[in-house]
C-alpha cells in the first residue's frame, strides 16, 4: 500500500484527518456502550467511569492525530519532535491524573482503566481496519 506523496498532499490537503470522523464515530459508540456495561455491572460511577475513560483515549488520540497533521503540513521535519514531545507530555499527564484519581478511593477508578484500555483497542483497530480497507482503495493519482 503507497502512502500518499508529497504532490498527492498538495492536492487533497485533507488527506491526514481523512479517517479521523470514522474514529470519532466508533469511539462514541464504544462510550455508549461502556456506559451501559458499566452501570450494568457497577452502577452509576462504574458508568461515568468507563465512558470517561474511553473519552480519555479519544482525546488523547486526537489531539495527536490533529497536532501531528498539522506538523506535516507546515514542515515534515517537525514531526518526530512534536510526537515524540507530545507522547511524553501525555503519558505524564496521564500518570499525574491517574495517581490523584486513585489517591481519591474514588470507586469508579477500575472501570476507567478498563475504559482507556478498551479505548485503545477500537481506536487501534477501527484504524487499522480503514488503513486496510478505505484507504488502500482510495485512487492515487
Known amino acids: 500500500m503507497a502512502e500518499p506523496t508529497i504532490a498527492d498532499a498538495g492536492t487533497d490537503r485533507r488527506w491526514r484527518l ?6 470519532l464515530v466508533a469511539s462514541v459508540a464504544l462510550a455508549a ?3 451501559v456495561v458499566g452501570g450494568a455491572t457497577g452502577g452509576m460511577t462504574a458508568a461515568l467511569g468507563a465512558a470517561a475513560g474511553v473519552g480519555v483515549t479519544v482525546l488523547s488520540y486526537t489531539l495527536t492525530t490533529v497536532v501531528l497533521a498539522w506538523a506535516d503540513q507546515i514542515n515534515p521535519q517537525l514531526l518526530l519532535p512534536l510526537g515524540l514531545g507530545l507522547y511524553a507530555l501525555k503519558f505524564t499527564l496521564l500518570g499525574v491524573v491517574m495517581v490523584a484519581v486513585a489517591s481519591t478511593g474514588w470507586p ?5 482503566c478498563l475504559g482507556i484500555v478498551a479505548g485503545v483497542a477500537v481506536w487501534t483497530a477501527v484504524h487499522i481496519w480503514w488503513l486496510t480497507t478505505v484507504h488502500a482503495r482510495r485512487p492515487r493519482g
Not at 481523512?18 to 474514529?23: A, D, E, G, M, S
Not at 469508579?108 to 476507567?112: A, D, E, K, T
Request: no cysteine; hydrophobic share 65%; glycine share 8%.
Open 33 to 35: 456502550v461502556a456506559a
Open 108 to 112: 469508579g477508578l477500575v472501570p476507567l
Open 18 to 23: 481523512r479517517h479521523l470522523p470514522v474514529l
